[in-house]
């Protein structure tokens, strides 16, 4: 499918990688760049950039991994620096050297957090954002449930899924099919999204680097249960919490103002989500779970919740936005419309302070 009018693709040469970005404003405009979450691209983003007001210059790149961005391995002893860094390399190759406005979504909005922990933004937008002590395995204070991140990292993963994405399935006859994943967890199962846009989006989905170096990444055997830890490379080992912890953005210095967006039927980052370990052994679904005492269901959105208090009690400022009815992507359903009026609200109002 064609892009929308006044955004445009191409491939820029970082010092890192040749990324592939997707592009809307002018080309002075104030940079605003867009990280898309796990399984997705930049052209997840293509409506909200095609809402943008005209003062903007806005970049989507797909990240190292997915969409059309040269193929290379990610390091994930690195947590989601490797995302940070391309990010801050696609800047550098573009020429812009002011702070950017910086929005990630889902894995996006974890990569967009180590960022600003690293250098200056002028704003941060974390929309269904990572919890700030990773993904799985972790107690409400995020201390590992177990001293090896058991329970967490490539090993997590669902091989049906990755074995159907690698092999571009389309259909619609398996839970695990990519296109019913989208579907249950993306957004809610009541939402009625577009078939062509549903039918464009699987097709980004099924660009995903699929392996160790990829997703879900290689894994380690653990004494604990689920008997299975985290590896080295690919991008669940990314979240995992051994390498993934972006709470140190409460130390961050200038703070800048943040954006936090959550749609209240998310079923991916949540409270005792059903993505993550301690939730399915909780259930029954992944057997000899060793009980909460040991390794309870993750809360995800307290942990976001307490750390953002925590910002704003350093003298930060957050504006926090509830999406009744949204899913994982609030900026894809039925709360697209109000996504883009508050994102683009929030820039405005960061832009007026800043200046």
Not at 147 to 171: E, F, K, L, Q
Request: glycine residues 12%; charged residues 20%.
């Amino acid at each position: 499918m064609d892009l929308p009018a006044g955004i445009t693709a191409r491939t820029v040469e970082t010092d890192r990688l040749s990324v592939h970005v997707y592009e809307s404003g002018p080309a002075d405009g104030m940079p605003v760049v867009l990280l898309h979450g796990n399984l997705s691209t930049g052209r997840f983003y293509d409506q909200v950039m095609a809402a943008a007001p005209d003062r903007y210059r806005l970049l989507a790149p797909d990240m190292r991994g997915f969409g059309r961005t040269e193929r290379v391995a990610l390091d994930a002893t690195r947590g989601l620096r490797d995302w940070a860094d391309d990010t801050y390399s696609l800047m550098r190759a573009l020429g812009i050297e002011q702070p950017v406005h910086l929005a990630g979504w889902s894995t996006g909005g974890a990569a967009a957090a180590t960022y600003a922990q690293d250098r200056p933004v002028a704003s941060l937008t974390l929309i269904d954002p990572v919890s700030p002590y990773g993904f799985g395995g972790v107690r409400d204070d995020g201390t590992p449930c177990f001293a090896d991140h058991a329970g967490s990292g490539g090993g997590t993963g669902n091989a049906d899924y990755a074995a159907r994405v690698a092999a571009g399935d389309r259909s619609q006859d398996s839970p695990v099919s990519p296109r019913n994943v989208m579907r249950t967890s993306y957004w809610p199962q009541d939402f009625t999204m577009p078939q062509d846009r549903e039918d464009l989006l699987l097709e980004e989905v099924l660009l995903s680097q699929i392996g160790d170096d990829g997703y879900p990444g290689d894994a380690v055997p653990s004494p604990h249960w689920p008997g299975v830890g985290p590896g080295t490379r690919g991008i669940l080992n990314a979240l995992s919490p051994r390498y993934c912890d972006w709470s140190g953005l409460v130390n961050v210095e200038p703070k800048p103002p943040v954006l936090w967006v959550h749609g209240d039927r998310d079923i991916v980052i949540a409270d005792s989500s059903p993505w993550e370990m301690g939730t399915l052994g909780a259930a029954g679904q992944v057997p000899g779970w060793p009980g909460a005492d040991t390794f309870p269901p993750q809360q995800m959105v307290a942990q976001i919740r307490r750390l953002l208090e925590r910002y704003e009690a350093t003298g930060g400022r957050v504006r926090s936005e509830l999406f009744p009815g949204s899913g994982h992507a609030p900026f894809l359903d039925a709360g697209a419309p109000h996504f883009t009026q508050v994102f683009f609200a929030f820039l405005e109002d960061s832009a007026s302070v800043a200046h």
